[in-house]
């Protein structure tokens, strides 16, 4: 249930049509002159804007493959937007409905913010691909390439509103990973006048990174796959957060004090991911955890299991020590007790 | 008269009756191989007579006493010659009362029956003890000094779902006491490549 609760969210993410309260057309946003190359970057801040203001009703169908389980999951999920908040329930009997943020993995991070896009107009290039069809409307399609060609995303944007309809992701071999798109949608009313919303560029809070690195912790600003570090705070109760994203994918990092009690973790199996041993769960989502050198690491994921595993593989992997090691450490620790001085 | 041969000793000792003691005595006068064996003889009688007893060291007494025993595996040799100072001809020379005896026991002898079946047990006893010191310290050093946890996914799902990449901060990013780390400050908690 909860997978499929998180497959409705994602879908939600989606869905951002729009309904507009005032009649009529407005002109397409151009292109902004400092993209460059990217001239696909302003369809898609036109797009997160209108994730925003308009307002629509669909169901998404939501697709992910899983993880080390082969296959595929999917699930489909009823969205509602309006006034920038997306209303989320799976198309189960009995499901809650959730309000969530269109630029949050909640919301598909069908409308990110401008940070973000920054963020992913600095790690990949945004072109205009064509045009193509979604429940029969007409879309713009719009590319996110890699420095070598190969596509990581693919977005099919309304032509009359922007919305987002789908929202496709590809892995490093060029094999899709993840789809979210409308199969039912429904906007009252289009309008294409819609402003890039303003927005602070990206940047991380540098006064709660300087003081955990005060106190004692590192942590890389970036990590494999162009992930960029874009939060990281000391949370309730005793853990640490870390959010990275390339600006088409999320990863969260979480560290806890002390070992993994691998007797309690109900619903997880070991699997060996990037060459290291991991407990992992069912799941629409990423999700992975270990414990090393004192620490328990678990790494939540909306992003292809190629990227995943190379942020697993630049985190920390103490082997487990050997006979000789924990021999040697309990004489240090019996000297340690009978020690009246230590 | 022939050669006085065994009784040179007991004229020394004065062990010859009146008669024989003159008879040897006038042999003496004309047999000069006779009188010489005589006085080789109360030579090293005089000799022998001004040496003085060597007196036993309590040590010694104690180790021909163990010496006479049946019991276990030989004691540790003592160097017998703790002061080195004395030397001749670059070996030490032992002082009168600081003298022990080497130990040129017969090893075998000093064996008890069973002696095989007793270092057997020694051995075991050693072996075990060995184990269970080991063992302690295994199981001692594989104590984790933190605590056990379980991931708390509830929580961390639903922090990862809301959050908002370079967005306004949710309700998690509100400023919280930071907690004091427990590995070396300058250790990555995450390791960049």
New interface residues.
Partial sequence: M?SFS?AV?LAVAMLLGLVVAAPGHGAATSADETDGDDTGLHLLREAAAAGRTHRYTGVIRFVTERPGAGGTASALVEVSGADGVLTVREALAGAVARR??P????GGLAA?????L??LARNYHVVAAGRGTVCGRDSRIVEVRRDDGGVAARFWLDESSRLPLRRDVFDGRGRLTSSAAFVEVEIPQTRRDVTPLP??A??R?EAELA??RA??????????NRLEL??A????P??????Y?DGLS?V??????????EE??TGWHVQARAGHKTWV?DSL?Q?A?WAS??????V???APSDTVDAAIA???HERE?G?W??????????ASWANPFA | MRHLGERVSALVDGELSHSERERALAHLTFCADCRAEVEAVRALKNRLRSLEGPSVPADLTMSLLRMSEPGGPLPPRVNPFPDASRVFGGMPVPSMHGFAPPDNRPRGHARPRGGRARRAGYVAVGLTSAAMAFGTMFVIGGMEPAPSVVPQMERFANQHRTTIPYGPATAHATPIPTPTPTVTPTAPVVRGR
Wanted: proline share 9%; net charge positive; no cysteine.
């Fill in positions: 909860r998180v969210t969530v943020d630029g949050s993995p909640a990110p913010t401008p940070g973000m920054d963020v927005g602070p990206a940047a809070d003081r955990l106190r004692g912790w590192g942590f890389p600003v970036r990590l494999p874009f939060a705070r000391a949370e309730e005793g853990y640490l957060y870390f959010g994203s999320v969260s990092i979480f560290v806890q004090r002390g070992y993994l009690d309690r973790l769960r989502r999700e955890s050198g004192g620490h328990v690491y678990t939540l994921a909306d630049a985190l920390p020590p006979f090691t924990r021999v040697a450490r309990g004489a240090e620790r019996l």
